[in-house]
């Protein structure tokens, strides 16, 4: 199953394609969507929108996994996190995808197998279930790639549960 990772973002969204089979992850590729600050908004969440539409056109995922939003104190910024997400979200429905949502303790949780684990710890294991010489140097691509484990790790025990209930 071949899985993009999505950090949301409006300035920096970080994307991350891996594939899982087996209990065995392998990285195809990952990156980040990066919009200059000196456009006004609605063209930079077009920008979000036309390059995920490329990413997702190049490398054909079955599956996409986000990171859900969770407001800060700072409400303005929230609010264009979620106009960016929304975008996000139409690109992969417009791509035929499906789209799971996690927690970024689900997503600690899932990688490092404790929810309040430090991003340190995140990245480490992230490094070596993907078997990356060396870490992406942005921090949302490296959080794009962590919830695309938690994803795979989540379908496999979904998968697990099936083969329990037959």
């Known amino acids: 199953m ?17 594939d899982y089979s ?15 600050p000196n456009i006004d908004f609605s063209s930079r969440i077009c920008m979000i929108y036309e390059q995920l539409s490329e ?5 054909k995922p079955d599956e996409m996994a986000i990171e859900k939003l969770f407001f800060s104190s700072n409400k303005k910024t929230g609010i ?11 690109s992969a429905k417009h791509n035929g995808l499906s789209v799971s949502e996690y927690t970024p303790i689900q997503v600690k ?5 404790y929810g309040r684990a430090e991003k340190k ?31 795979a790790h989540s379908y496999s025990s979904r998968l697990l549960k099936l083969k329990e209930i037959k």
């Open 2 to 18: 071949k899985i993009i990772g999505i950090d949301p973002g409006y300035a920096i969204v970080g994307w991350g394609v891996i």
């Open 22 to 36: 087996n209990t065995r992850f392998v990285t195809i590729n990952y990156g980040a969507i990066v919009t200059p």
């Open 55 to 59: 990413i997702l056109n190049a490398y």
């Open 80 to 90: 264009d996190v979620a106009q960016a997400r929304g975008v996000i979200l139409l």
């Open 109 to 113: 949780q899932s990688v490092v197998g």
């Open 121 to 151: 710890q995140v990245m480490a294991m992230t490094k070596r279930l993907l078997n990356l010489n060396k870490m992406p140097k942005l921090d949302d691509t490296a959080d794009a790639l962590a919830i695309a484990i938690a994803h």
